[in-house]
């Protein structure tokens, strides 16, 4: 026998009993992000592999290890690791800045890392994001974290934890850098490999580590000094705290956690996470942050910015089973052409209807009609003569017949 292919690691089908779901995550994105005028934005699942290396960062692990990289004709393309940097690509090139902003844009779709294959992480998988540019006020940051809880409380989820920290600007975070790395310097020969490597590039990426003895390390009191003390300047204080206030008053809880510090190179001041319990030790739902030297990164003009992106397997696993939608109708009868008939009939009304297209026998077809739709429509030799139909409702096993055109109303 010819040898199957299989899936490849780290990605997986989304099997037709569980699109249900994945349509809902979808439409209610549409509704809640719609009402806060965002737009949606579709940009191409492979870019530049520059775009990346600028955009997310070359001391990250996502440029460093995880991308899918491969040449076309003398070009370095990447498949997108996240859509952060496709959407201000495109933002730049198509001119947005002129238009009067904010700019409020958001996006779903596949993303590819190359990390180790898990519960909760995956090498193809699925985020929801928004990006707003042009407000470089707190407000923005308030909005964004507001419209991700709505989002999750839209799909019914009420119980998750904000988490949010503030990482100052370029310039106050340098002292702190420079703090980190010298109380740190003592410790450097029992940090994690990873963490050795960043102390000099990325020294703030070392307190999101999640190697156990690094964590430890980061536990001793005279390093909490310093991970604890507050480093931002007088206007990032400011900032930080309008935030603060502001979901106060939108009544949103969050709890501050100096030692978030988010994976990627572009954030500064506001970042931000969304975590459950519920979901082991890849408990992040959606994190995010401002972004404000981004834009002029990437070749644009001067733009603050501020976002986040939402894991939708990880999602998708903290919501309830959606059934499949049964059919309206199953139509059973053994003249194909009446049943053609009736169904395209009743579809053009916007019902789904289904029949036997390899005509089988009646008891057959009523065992099919019990399993998948709400009614049995039997078009059988009497009803075809009298221009009737008998309409059997297949909770209560009621049936009566009825004039053919009256079908529609009784299902
Ligand atoms: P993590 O710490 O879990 O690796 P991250 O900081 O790399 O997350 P982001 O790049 O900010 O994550 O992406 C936002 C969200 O996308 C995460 O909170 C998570 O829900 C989801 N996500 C990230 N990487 C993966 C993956 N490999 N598989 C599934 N979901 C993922
Ligand atoms: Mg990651």
Partial sequence: ????????????????????????????????????????????????????????????????????????????????????????????????????????????????????????????????????????????????????????????????????????????REAYKAKIKEVLKPEFDNLCEDCQNRYEKNPLRLLDCKVDSCKEIFAKPEIQKVI????????????????????????????????????????????????SNNLGSQNAVCGGGRYDSLVRN???????????????????????LVETQKLDAYIVSNSPSDAFALAEELRAAGKTVEFDLTNKKFTKQLEKAGKAADFALILGEDEIKSGTVSVKNLKTSEQITVKKCEALNKI
């Fill in 228 to 275: 604890q003390s507050d480093f931002i300047c007088e206007e990032c204080a400011e900032h930080y705290r309008a935030v603060k206030s502001y979901l106060d008053v939108l009544r949103i809880k969050y709890v501050e956690n100096k030692l978030l510090v988010r994976g990627l190179d572009y954030y500064n001041r506001t970042v931000f996470e969304i975590k």
């Fill in 1 to 172: 026998m010819t040898k199957i292919i299989n899936v490849i690691k780290g990605t997986k089908d989304i099997l037709p009993q569980d699109v249900a779901s994945w349509q809902r995550m979808e439409k209610i994105a549409l509704e809640v992000f719609s009402k806060y005028g965002y737009k949606e934005i579709r940009t191409p699942i492979f870019e530049a592999t520059e775009l990346f290396a600028r955009g997310v960062g070359d001391t990250t692990d996502i440029v460093n290890k995880e991308m899918y990289t491969f040449e076309k004709s003398d070009r370095s393309l990447t498949l997108r690791p996240e859509n952060t940097a496709g959407v201000v690509r495109s933002f730049i090139e198509n001119g947005m800045a002129r238009l009067s902003p904010p700019v409020k844009l958001w996006y779903k779709g596949p993303m590819f890392r190359y990390e180790r294959p898990q519960a909760g992480r995956q090498r193809q998988f699925h985020q929801v994001g928004v990006e707003m540019f042009g407000v470089k006020q707190p407000t923005a940051d308030a909005e964004v974290i507001l419209l991700a809880v709505n989002y999750l409380k839209a799909l019914g989820l009420n119980d998750l934890e904000v988490e949010i920290n503030s990482l100052g600007c370029p310039k106050c």
């Fill in 298 to 320: 990437l070749g644009g003009d001067d733009t603050p910015a501020v976002g986040w992106a939402m894991g939708m397997e990880r999602l998708n696993s903290l919501l309830p």
